[in-house]
């Protein structure tokens, strides 16, 4: 096997990484490219989010050993089937460092799948698109995205909207468009933003879209599922999905579509519902607004805070979670 310099920076071994909100289409994406017969996936391994700078400098041997320990213990790495001797053995030979060690996990997970590519599908690692860059520079990186209202009706449970939720879903949703804004001009050519909506409904012309944009051969595989690599929660994703009609109520859907509405402009979303009636736009304006504002500015402090201070406070639960 070459090592991780030679491999993992050359255009046809580069990986690939599937990002965005939950509910917005990244396990279908995923399930695709890894039909591809060049292609393995994996799925949420958190590396970049748990390990990536925790451990001080790997270059010094006892760093390295903790770092490496930390992460065979982490039950998702389990599917990678990780060799620790061959990991040790292979880091000291490239550049010690956590892409490095990284990119050890999934290579030898693709090589046992006989293929020559790696890539991994995690919510938040479009936060970390500089280190990706930087340490992958052929890299490509698929950022998902929906409909802010659909995304929210479908990641919630009706009985759990509670007042302000709309709020905090908001301002996620905004937060992960901000990310896609920002990425896509400081790596143009390497980061792309695909609608949940445009796979769903033109799935092989989307599909067809970004083999371009990967530098892989279109295979009709990749729409059918056909030899996808799957794991235990994928077994539900089928290969005809449909994007889930809105199933909030009018003032939630009014207070997420007014509140998203430049960034739903920029990305061709239009409206879905039309205007309050007056009872609706009373409630709205005493209740609903003041409410769905604090959750939103409650939910960008705690955002700030966990930016701030990784190490002791994760972004998973900020990110990752409404309630």
Not at 158 to 167: C, E, I, Q, T, V
Not at 317 to 322: P, T
Request: proline share 6%; glycine share 8%.
């Amino acid at each position: 096997m070459q090592t991780f310099q030679a491999a993992d920076r050359a255009p046809e071994r580069a990986p690939i990484f599937v990002g965005g909100l939950d509910r917005c289409g990244k396990t279908l994406m995923r399930l695709s490219l890894s039909a591809h017969p060049n292609i393995a996936m994996s799925r949420r391994t958190y590396m970049w989010n748990y390990f990536y700078n925790r451990y001080g400098n790997l270059k010094e041997r006892a760093n390295f050993e903790r770092c490496l320990a930390a992460m065979l213990r982490h039950k998702p790495m389990g599917m990678l089937g990780p060799d620790a001797e061959r990991i040790r053995r292979e880091f000291w030979q490239g550049e010690p460092s956590y892409a490095c060690l990284f990119a050890l996990f999934h290579a030898h997970y693709a090589e046992r799948a006989g293929k020559s590519r790696w890539g991994d599908q995690l919510g938040l690692i479009e936060r970390y698109a500089d280190p990706i860059f930087a340490a992958y520079p052929g890299a490509r990186m698929i950022h998902m995205v929906r409909h802010p209202c659909d995304q929210y009706a479908d990641s919630t449970a009706p009985a759990d909207r509670r007042a302000g939720k709309a709020g905090a879903a908001a301002a996620r949703w905004l937060s992960s468009i901000a990310l896609a804004e920002r990425n896509q001009r400081r790596y143009p050519g390497s980061y792309k933003v695909v609608r949940y909506e445009s796979l769903a409904s033109q799935r092989e012309a989307t599909l067809r879209d970004v083999c371009g944009f990967v530098g892989e051969v279109f295979v009709p595989a990749m729409v059918t599922l056909e030899g996808s690599m799957r794991f235990g929660e994928d077994r539900g994703h089928g290969s005809q999905p449909s994007p889930a009609p809105v199933s909030l109520s009018p003032r939630q859907a009014a207070f997420i579509e007014h509140y998203a509405a430049r960034q739903m402009a920029t990305l061709g979303y239009q409206p879905q519902l039309a205007g309050l009636t007056s009872r609706d736009r009373l409630a709205a304006t005493l209740i609903d607004w003041p409410a769905n504002l604090a959750r939103a500015a409650a939910w960008r402090a705690l955002e700030a805070l966990q930016h701030r201070t990784p190490p002791q406070i994760g972004r998973r639960l900020a990110f990752g979670s409404m309630k």
